[in-house]
C-alpha cells in the first residue's frame, strides 16, 4: 500500500488511467485497491495480474464466488506465491472493488 501512497501526490495522479497489481492471496491487491480507491475513486482502473494456469481471481470474478485453483492444475510452479489463493478476508475486497 505504501507505495502506491507513496507514488501518487496531489499532481501526479492526474494523468492516472490504470495500475496492475500482482495477485495471489490478495493482501497486496486488497490494500492496494482500498488506498487507490480512497485516493482516486473510480477514476482509475485496477488490473489484477496473474499467470493463465493460476487464474483462481479471474475465475472467482468472473464466477461472482469465492474460488480455488482449478484441480486440473498441479502448480508446477517454484514460485511459492501464486500457489496462494483469494482467501475470505480479501475475496469481497477484490469481488467490490476491482
Known amino acids: 500500500v505504501s507505495s502506491d501512497l507513496e507514488n501518487i501526490d496531489s499532481k501526479s495522479h492526474q494523468d492516472l488511467d ?7 492471496g490478495g493482501g497486496l491487491a486488497a490494500g492496494n485497491t482500498i488506498a487507490l480507491r480512497g ?8 488490473i489484477l495480474a496473474e499467470p493463465a494456469e493460476m487464474d483462481d481471481a479471474k475465475r472467482s470474478k468472473e464466477s461472482g464466488q469465492l474460488l480455488g485453483h482449478d ?6 510452479s517454484c514460485a511459492d506465491g501464486l ?3 483469494l482467501g475470505p ?10
Do not use: E, F, Q, S
Open 83 to 85: 500457489k496462494t489463493t
Open 39 to 46: 485516493l482516486l475513486g473510480d477514476k482509475v482502473k485496477i
Open 71 to 76: 484441480p486440473d492444475n498441479k502448480l508446477n
Open 18 to 24: 490504470a495500475v496492475i497489481i500482482p495477485v495471489g
Open 89 to 98: 478476508n480479501t475475496w469481497p475486497i477484490v469481488r467490490d472493488l476491482v
